[in-house]
């Protein structure tokens, strides 16, 4: 069986010192009190800072955030997640000539949280606020393959191409995970096809999806493959935005 992670041991017990400390300490009382080098406590201290478990006050000293009892909740909110995505959900659109949605999970749902005009001029109407039934969508997919909680028993089919079998689902949120991306033909509506890609912030967790939506015949060959070029065009604007929360390069999905 493998062994603990000492880094982790490290860092809970740092939390642990700050939390029960009642006031700030600094990276030398943190050090002294745990045995551990002066540069590890800081680099410990530091990356805890970062990722909003620990705050550091204007006296330089350091104490558990406040937030630690919100842990439950998202860090990026989707308001915050739109404005950092609406470039690359617009370029996006420009680059594949189709609608871009970003959405993120709600109740199990995935909730639009923008969508932007497929760029020709057609009558199109707005999908912002729309709430879709996760298993049946790219976007969705993208969204419980990630989630702790997936959908259980029998699901609800809105074509005769959805996947309303849960051991099948859990097959294809499997793949989802090990490429990176999602795709859905009619399975969602009849004649249409979604491309999707997970949005990851500081630390790889997923807090939103972004994709492409559009007719079959402009998003899959006759095989139900995706045409060149559009899964490393959705990728990328994913790895785009995932960057600009602060996800790292060479991490899953390249975020």
Partial sequence: M???????????????????AGQGLGVVDIGNALGLAKTTAHGIVRTL???????????????ASPGLADLGRPRIDANDLRARAVNWADSLASRTGESVRLATLVEGRALVVHHVFRPDDSAQELSTGASL???????????LASAPV?????????TARTTVDPAALRRTLAAVRAQGWALDVEELEA?????AAPVRDLGG???????????VDRLVDSRGRPRA????????????????LGAREGGRDGA
Avoid: N
């Avoid at 800072?49 to 104490?63: A, H, I, P, T």
């Avoid at 039934?133 to 969204?143: N, R, S, T, W």
């Fill in 191 to 195: 004649g249409w096809a979604g491309i």
């Fill in 229 to 244: 070029g559009l899964v490393p065009a959705v990728r990328q604007a994913a790895r785009s935005i995932s960057r600009g």
């Fill in 2 to 20: 493998p062994g603990s992670i000492q880094s982790i041991e490290r860092a809970a017990a740092v939390l642990r010192l700050l939390a029960g």
């Fill in 49 to 63: 800072v970062e990722v909003g478990f620990v705050v550091q006050e204007e006296s330089g000293d350091y104490r």
């Fill in 133 to 143: 039934p996760a298993h049946a969508c790219a976007l969705g997919k993208v969204l």
């Fill in 150 to 158: 997936r959908p259980r028993g029998r699901l609800t089919a809105m």
């Fill in 205 to 215: 967790l997923v807090v939103g999806a972004i994709g492409i939506a559009g007719e």
